[in-house]
C-alpha cells in the first residue's frame, strides 16, 4: 500500500466514523488551489466511485492578490477540468466588503467565503460542503484561543461537522498532505501572504507549531484526544442548561453554578438571534451573571442588537432588529383559552375546583378572582384579549394608571409587554393585564358570583 493510498484510508475510517461521507451524497469541495484544498478534491475523487457521491467545486477569488489571485482561480478550473468536476468561480472585493462591514478582512473574507459556498450548494443541490481543514489547522485555533482567554468551548477545536460543512481532513497533517501530492506528482499554488508571521495564525504555525511537534511529534492526535474529551463535557452542561425553563425565575437562576448559568444564557441568546450556531462574547456573559448574583432589576446592551433584562421574573433578551408589536383580538370561551401567537393560556371559570385542578397543572399560572357577573351579557361570557396599546389605562388599587409604565415599573422586559395581552370586555373595558391588578370595577363584591381568571405565558 502506497503512503497515499495509507492517507486515503485514514480519511475514509474518519469520515464514516463520524458520518461526514454517506453513499449518494453530493458534496460541494471549497477549493482555494492549495496543498490542503487540492489534496481534499483528489480524495474525494476517488471515493465518487466507493461512496456513489456526486462532487462539485467552488472557487472565491478574494480580489485581494491581484495577479496571484487570478492565477489561482485559472489553475482550479485548469485541476477541475482534468477532474471531470464543474466547478462555479466568482470574484469578490473582500476589502471594501470588510470596510463597508466594519469587520477585520480576515472576518469579512471567511464570512463571504462561507455565503458563496451556500449559495453555489444550494445551486448544485448539495447536501454537503467539504472544507480542508487539517490537524495543524485545530492546534492553531486551539491555541489562538487559549492566548485570548477562550472558555471551555473555544478549547474544543474545529468541528468534524456543522451544519452542512464537514471537514474529512482533521485527521491528516499539513506534511502528510503535502507528502500525498508530492508522491502522486500532483500540482498546487502557494498564497505568498501565509508565510507572512505578522498575522497571529501564521506566526504560530511557522514559528510555534514546529516547537510543539519537536516536543511531541504526535501533538495533533494527543491535542485532537484533548479536544474530544472537552467537546463532551462542553456539551453535557449544555444538556443540563437547555432543561432548565426558558421562564425561570431569578431564584431558581442564581442557585445555578456559573459553567450552567453561562450555557443557559448563551442558549437564551442564541433563541433570542434565532441562530444555533452564534455566541455573545463572554464578557457579555460575564457581565449578565453578575447582574443575576446581584439580584437587581437591570437593563443593558450586549453584542450590539441585543438588550438583556434581569428582573424577578429572571432574564430575557430582545434582539432590537426584530423588535415589534404583536397585534392580535382574541374572542375568549368560558374555560381555557389559549393565544398561540403569544403563547398565553387563559383559563376563565366560576367553577373553584376547576380553577384549582387547572393551577395544579400550571403551577407557575396567577388567579385572579373577579366579579364573574359582570363578565356576561344575557348570561353570556363577552371577554376578548388584545394586544396592549400605548394609550392603555385603567383604574386599580384606587389610582387610573398607564399600563405599559406600570409593567416596565414591576420590571417587565419589553419583549414581554409586547406580548402581553389585555382582557377587556365587549364595551372595550379593561378588566385585568397580566402582572397587573384587576380592575377596580371588576372586583369581587359581597353577593355577586365569583369567577377565575388564570393565565399562564410560555415565554
Known sequence: MTFSDEIYEKVCRFSESEHLIEKGDRVLCALSGGADSVALLKILGKMREKYDIALYAAHLNHGIRGAEADRDEEFCVRLCRSEGIEIDCAKADIPAEARK?????????????????????????????????????NIETVLLHMIRGSGLSGLTGIKPKRGKIIRPLLVCRKSELEKMLAQEGSEYVTDSTNSEVDASRNYIRHMVLPHIYHLNGSADKAIGRMCRSLSEDSEYMYREAGKISGKADLTTLSALP????SRYLILKYRKCKGKTEVSPDSSAVAETVRAVRQGKTVRFDICG????????????????????????????????????????????????????????????????????????????????????????RYMFSGYDRSVRKQ??????????????????????????????????????????KTGYIIYDSDL
Open 258 to 261: 456559573d459553567p450552567i448559568l
Open 101 to 137: 462591514s466594519g469587520t477585520g478582512t480576515e472576518e469579512c473574507a471567511r464570512n463571504v467565503r462561507y455565503r458563496f459556498l451556500e449559495e453555489i450548494a444550494e445551486k448544485r443541490g448539495c447536501n454537503k460542503i467539504a472544507t480542508a481543514h487539517h490537524a495543524d489547522d
Open 305 to 392: 442588537d441585543v438588550t438583556v433584562s434581569v428582573s424577578r421574573f429572571g432574564v430575557d433578551m430582545e434582539n432590537r432588529t426584530e423588535n415589534g408589536e404583536k397585534e392580535f383580538e382574541i374572542r375568549l370561551s368560558e374555560g381555557e383559552n389559549f393565544i398561540s401567537s403569544i403563547g398565553y393560556r387563559i383559563l376563565i371559570t366560576a367553577d373553584k375546583k376547576v380553577a384549582d385542578d387547572w393551577q395544579n397543572i400550571y403551577k407557575l399560572s396567577t388567579c385572579k378572582s373577579v366579579n364573574f357577573d359582570k363578565l356576561t351579557v344575557d348570561g353570556k361570557l363577552c371577554l376578548s384579549a388584545r394586544n396592549l396599546r400605548a394609550e392603555d
Open 407 to 448: 409593567l416596565k415599573k414591576q420590571g417587565v422586559p419589553l419583549n414581554r409587554r409586547n406580548c402581553t395581552p389585555c382582557i377587556c370586555t365587549a364595551r372595550g373595558e379593561i378588566i385585568l393585564v397580566p402582572g397587573l391588578d384587576v380592575a377596580d370595577g371588576f372586583r369581587t363584591q359581597p353577593g355577586s
